[in-house]
């Protein structure tokens, strides 16, 4: 049982603006930023957003993030074929006194 | 270029201890924190340990506390894990990660570089 939760699953066609929620507490996302990760088939996870809402340079404004009290939601928007992934949301959590994460969410392009 | 390599991984015993590696360069490696992520065969993410720039704070995940300890040698530029009495369970490919800042803990902060993984097996 995952600290962060997540959808397990999410669906979109292509061009479609899906979200992924991800829900958790005062001790985490209520007092920290929080990140998500992309993980393509096979490899390793990969920075997708950070402190919340903020893109790395090279990731797509497609990918945009928000926070809002305990919970956190990725939105993609222009869904394509190589968004399908698996997609972890992580933050710090101060009662634990440690790093938690989503239990991810696989996105399927149909 | 940020690089990350881990290497140690492999089978051993239920009980059995191991130690990973993780060889980091293209950055000032003392500067940064470093965790370790594994993720089970069709699982997903769990943060294992952490340990600030300097090595003086470390943090564990409760699930292997007391058993995992990590450590790093800045001088060689490299991370370690060293595994003790392991068990079924911590079966997983285990994963280096670059903090963004010299601590940790709190926030802002995330993983912004990845190795490509080390996979340990328990079984007899």
């Known amino acids: 049982q995952s600290v962060l939760t997540q959808p397990p699953s999410a669906s979109g066609t292509p061009g479609q603006r899906i979200t992924i929620s991800c829900s958790g507490s005062?001790?985490?996302?209520?007092?920290?930023?929080v990140n998500w990760y992309q993980q393509l088939p096979g490899t390793a996870p990969k920075l997708l957003i950070h402190?919340?809402?903020q893109r790395p340079s090279g990731v797509p404004d497609r990918f945009s993030g928000s926070k809002s009290g305990t919970s956190a939601s990725l939105a993609i928007s222009g869904l394509q074929s190589e968004d399908e992934a698996d997609y972890y949301c992580?933050?710090?959590?101060?009662?634990?006194?440690?790093?938690?994460f989503g239990g991810g969410t696989k996105l399927t392009v149909l | 270029e940020v690089q990350l390599v881990e290497s140690g991984g492999g089978l051993v015993q239920p009980g059995g201890s191991l130690r990973l590696s993780c060889a980091a360069s293209g950055f000032t490696f003392s500067t940064y924190a470093m965790s370790w992520v594994r993720q089970a065969p069709g699982k997903g993410l769990e943060w294992v340990s952490g340990?600030?720039?300097?090595?003086?704070?470390?943090y564990d995940a409760d699930s292997v506390k007391g058993r995992f300890t990590i450590s790093r040698d800045n001088s060689k530029h490299t991370l370690y894990l060293q595994m003790n009495s392991l068990r079924a369970e911590d079966t997983a490919v285990y994963y280096c990660?670059?903090?963004?800042?010299?601590?940790?803990?709190?926030?802002?902060?995330?993983?912004?570089?990845w190795g490509q993984g080390s996979l340990v097996t328990v079984s007899s």
């Open positions: 340990i600030s720039g300097s090595g003086g704070s470390t």
């Open positions: 992580a933050t710090w959590d101060a009662s634990l006194n440690g790093r938690v």
């Open positions: 005062r001790s985490n996302i209520g007092s920290n930023t």
């Open positions: 990660a670059k903090e963004h800042n010299y601590y940790v803990s709190g926030s802002p902060n995330y993983f912004d570089y």
């Open positions: 402190s919340s809402n």
